[in-house]
């Protein structure tokens, strides 16, 4: 009876914390600073816990693709695609070979870095929306250079992930890329692609708890999709300081777990 309600607990704090997890990525991104602790309170293991959270969130960035396509710069999907489809396999693979333990010990500052990224998009991304105000022609950068520089971040994508999009944005501005349409579809598009892979890797792997993953996708969408009609309604600063406030909290809480 104990453990049949120990079950039931641990799917309701699931289902709650996945739904959570689904509004903050539909407001601000950042639901993995939810969904991913919650896995591991539950008992699943680190490197389990972050494989399945990968596929549970992952079918909302495929939608968030889809309604983004016409903004893609067809000049550039050659190397965006090269570098995620890479990036995020080489991260999956060197994830599940790595040991539970070690992976424990880099989840703290994982997480602080993740929610610094997060705090370092708001400034950037005001940057990057005034250069894009201003008429620049479009130009095609370097493909070497780019696939050099966007590989690290699909990697990260693959191993971890969080706050990964701040990072791609501004890999590709620094090659000139400065029209925020095309700049947050590639984002999207490559974070997307990355993911895909870590979750081909991570199935083939036998890394996903299945009975968690589908419980935690349903109620992922469900918020996600709850999320999206108040996203237009709120602070942006607001939800980017919640997220940087949770993530540095749940840090903080393994930084302790760990010492």
């Known amino acids: 009876m104990v453990s049949s309600l120990s079950a039931h607990a641990s799917y309701l704090w699931l289902v709650a914390a996945s739904f959570i997890a689904g509004v903050m990525n539909a407001l601000a991104g950042g639901g993995s600073f939810i969904s991913f602790p919650a896995l591991l309170a ?7 816990a972050n ?16 309604a983004l396509r016409t ?8 190397v965006v695609v090269a570098a995620s489809v890479l990036g995020g396999t080489g991260g999956a693979i060197v994830l599940l070979n790595t040991r539970q333990r070690t992976f424990m010990h880099l989840v703290p500052w994982l997480l602080l870095t993740a929610s610094l ?3 370092i998009s708001g400034p950037v991304s005001r940057w990057l929306r005034r250069r894009s105000a201003t008429p620049h022609a479009a130009r095609t950068p370097a493909m070497l250079p780019l696939f050099l520089a966007i590989i690290p971040v ?3 994508i693959g191993y971890f ?9 501004s890999a590709l501005a620094l090659f000139g890329i400065e029209e925020m349409n095309a700049l947050n579809s590639l984002k999207v598009l490559a974070a997307c692609l990355s ?8 199935i083939f792997g036998g890394a996903i708890v299945w009975h968690y993953c589908l419980v935690s996708m349903v109620a992922a969408g469900i918020g996600g999709y709850s999320g999206a009609h108040y996203s237009r309604r709120m602070n942006a600063n607001v939800l980017r300081a919640i997220v940087v406030v949770t993530g540095c909290a749940m840090a903080a809480y393994f930084f302790w777990r760990e010492s």
Do not use: E, H, K
């Open 117 to 119: 990224l997060f705090w």
């Open 71 to 78: 903004d893609l710069r067809r000049d550039l999907l050659a």
């Open 154 to 156: 699909t990697f990260y």
């Open 161 to 169: 992930g969080a706050g990964a999009g701040f990072l791609l944005m």
């Open 42 to 48: 539950i008992g699943v293991l680190p490197i389990q």
């Open 51 to 66: 494989a399945t959270n990968t596929v549970a969130l992952w079918p909302g960035q495929l939608t968030s693709v889809w």
């Open 195 to 202: 993911n895909f892979c870590a979750v081909v890797t991570f």
